[in-house]
């Protein structure tokens, strides 16, 4: 099934996409996931994948795109009635277009039809756009873990856990 939206459409990520996916984590994160990485997490039960692009010939950012352009993506594991987002990221170039809502209102969309009834997510406390998206979107802090992000060259940075309520 694909969702039109006025300038990109969303797709089930399946492994077919993996190497697009690894390409886009890498513009959102130091320690980023390669293809495998991204393939063993869709091959957990109960695990999902959403795909945002342009395609070709549709506009994006006033300009017409000429092959299918991936924009971002967000992975998720449900477990039992709880689900949580894995990862989100969208491409460098393309934020703050709307990108990242549209990939997370397809989540919310796809757990309204299974038994997931929480959603949580971890979220590092110096990420400022990503918390936003999140407050914007319902979710509020439910608690914190100590240096659970690594750094390069930089001390670890706590993590917020979020829950849309
Ligand atoms: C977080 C991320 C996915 C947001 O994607 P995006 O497509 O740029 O988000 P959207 O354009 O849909 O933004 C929706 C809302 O989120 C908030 N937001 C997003 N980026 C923001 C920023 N840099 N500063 C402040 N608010 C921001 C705004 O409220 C925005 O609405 P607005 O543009 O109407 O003001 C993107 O910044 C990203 O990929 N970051 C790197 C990877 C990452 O940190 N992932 C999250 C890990 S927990």
Known sequence: MTTQTAAF??????????????????????????ETAICDLLA?????????????????????????MPLGFVLVQTVLDEAEINTIVVDAKA??????NVLMQGVFARLQNQASTRLLLEVA????AAIALYRKLGFAEIGRRRGYYRRKDRPAVDALVMERV
Request: aromatic fraction near 10%; glycine fraction near 12%; hydrophobic fraction near 45%.
């Open 125 to 128: 406390i110096d990420n400022a």
């Open 44 to 68: 957990v039960p109960g695990a999902f994948g959403l795909l945002a692009f342009v395609p070709q010939g549709n506009l994006f950012k006033g300009e017409t795109i000429v092959s299918d």
């Open 95 to 100: 934020r703050r277009h709307g990108v990242g």
């Open 9 to 34: 459409e969303i797709v089930e990520l399946t492994p077919a996409y993996a190497a697009v996916a690894a390409a886009l984590h890498q513009t959102g994160f130091e320690e980023c996931w390669d």
